[in-house]
């Protein structure tokens, strides 16, 4: 007897729970998947025809507040109260617990969503990359499928931020010819600003512009419920397994971008996983709904005001981009695109500048931005730029900059 208690006590201390649950466990044979609680009045004698009564209850309750529903206490209270009871509360306490289990089990159900032709999803995947060194890097694939045929779109972007994710949608629109006439997002920042009482939500400036210029109406999922928009769930991860297999090289995103139109028009040549008629003939019925292209594209860009510290750098999304120290202390406004970003002060226009997809330090040279060197990182040099025009690559305006003769600056 003492060796058993002893190993009992073992196995308390080794898994954490109490003797009594591991020895019970141990004993059992029967593994089956245990049935719903029995609730039958015979199993329950003390509370007989008292069980009509808590029923009546704890349904009603679902029709109140949360805070204002029946405990296992206050039952008990009621029944000996107002009707009598003489049993003991831990009768009422187990079959509260157990009818409430029961309730909520039955509760449990869901309707397959409807998937209108010319309805689609929307969502960002992760995935890696070679670029042109063979260096490891993470890119985001922005896919939008179209449930009803089961026909998807995907586009390779170096980030996922709010003008990648316009600027994908764009692309995939101007392709095949149209507009979704509904689209369903999760809540992403670069969409959502603020997520109010469902269905509700405040978007952001320029998904805001960006839905009124294409004329979509645009859902969201509920807070942690990915499987509201399964279909491009389970296609951003076959376009990875597939597309994405093995590891790109991707020295030009436009490139492998239009690669990756041609791969979704090959893949939509295969049957559908329910239908079994190629995916091509559904998608026929979702294009003879889309909404016709506005007349005009949308210009993809947002404006940012960025402070210019004591050293003459800005930073626009962790990337910090060399400007002048002769603007220290200024706040210069960015309109900023998904390959360049160009700045101007109150006064002045500045430069056009190629925008970084990873964070680095740069500064202006002859008219173009460059990585700061190695050397120069170590050192803690500075670089020494054009003193017209702020020192902004030696011109003021998009005019002078055409008729000035290109000018350098250098380093030290």
Same mark, same amino acid.
């Not at 609680?37 to 003390?46: F, G, M, Q, R, T």
């Given at each position: 007897?003492?060796? %058993?208690?002893?190993?009992? %006590? ?19 044979? $029967? ?15 003390? +509370? ?31 029944? %000996? ?18 009818? %409430? ?5 039955? &509760? ?14 929307? &969502?960002?995947?992760?995935?890696? =990359? =070679? ?80 839905? +009124? ?8 999922? $509920? ?58 003939? +559904?998608?026929?019925? &979702? ?31 962790? $990337? ?67 003193? &017209? ?24």
């Amino acid at each position: 007897m003492r060796s %058993r208690a002893r190993i009992w %006590r073992k196995s308390r201390s080794a898994t954490g729970f109490n003797y009594r649950t591991v020895q019970k466990y141990a004993y059992q044979e $029967n593994w089956s998947e245990e049935s719903l609680p029995v609730l039958n009045a015979e199993n329950y004698p003390s +509370l007989g025809a008292y069980i009509p009564i808590i029923d009546t209850w704890l349904e009603d309750d679902c029709k109140l507040p949360r805070k204002q529903r029946h405990t296992a206490w206050r039952v008990f209270c009621r029944l %000996r109260d107002e009707h009598g009871f003489t049993g003991c509360y831990s009768s009422v306490k187990r079959y509260v617990r157990k009818k %409430r289990f029961v309730m909520k089990t039955s &509760d449990e159900g869901f309707l397959p969503l409807a998937h209108p032709c010319g309805w689609g999803q929307v &969502d960002f995947g992760e995935f890696m =990359y =070679y670029d042109a060194v063979q260096k490891e890097q993470t890119g985001y694939a922005l896919t939008v499928s179209f449930p009803h045929s089961n026909k998807g779109y995907t586009q390779a972007f170096p980030s996922q931020n709010q003008e990648c994710l316009l600027e994908g949608m764009k692309r995939i629109f101007e392709y095949i010819g149209g507009v979704p006439v509904r689209l369903r997002f999760d809540n992403m920042t670069t969409a959502v600003a603020q997520v109010l009482k469902v269905p509700e939500r405040t978007l952001t400036d320029g998904f805001a512009r960006f839905m +009124l210029h294409y004329r979509f109406q645009a859902d969201f999922c $509920n807070p942690a419920a990915g499987n509201e928009k399964g279909n491009v769930e389970s296609k951003v991860g076959y376009s990875r397994r597939n597309a994405f297999v093995p590891v790109p090289t991707i020295t030009s995103f436009d490139d492998y971008n239009d690669w990756l139109f041609d791969w979704c028009e090959t893949d939509a040549e295969r049957d559908h996983y329910k239908y079994k008629i190629p995916i091509q003939e +559904l998608w026929e019925e &979702d294009y003879a709904q889309l909404l016709r292209l506005p007349e005009y594209p949308f210009s993809v860009f947002r404006y940012e005001a960025l402070s210019v510290n004591k050293s003459g750098f800005a930073v626009i999304d962790t $990337n910090r981009y060399g400007l002048s120290p002769t603007l220290a202390g200024e706040t210069v406004q960015a309109k900023i695109f998904l390959t360049m970003w160009s700045s101007s002060t109150t006064t002045s226009w500045l430069a056009a500048i190629p925008a970084a997809t990873k964070p680095t330090m740069r500064f202006m040279t002859g008219g173009s931005i460059l990585p700061l060197s190695a050397k120069a990182r170590c050192s803690g040099a500075h670089p020494i730029l054009p003193a &017209d025009a702020g020192g902004m690559a030696g011109v003021s305006s998009p005019a002078e900059k055409q008729g000035t003769e290109k000018r350098t600056s250098t380093a030290r």
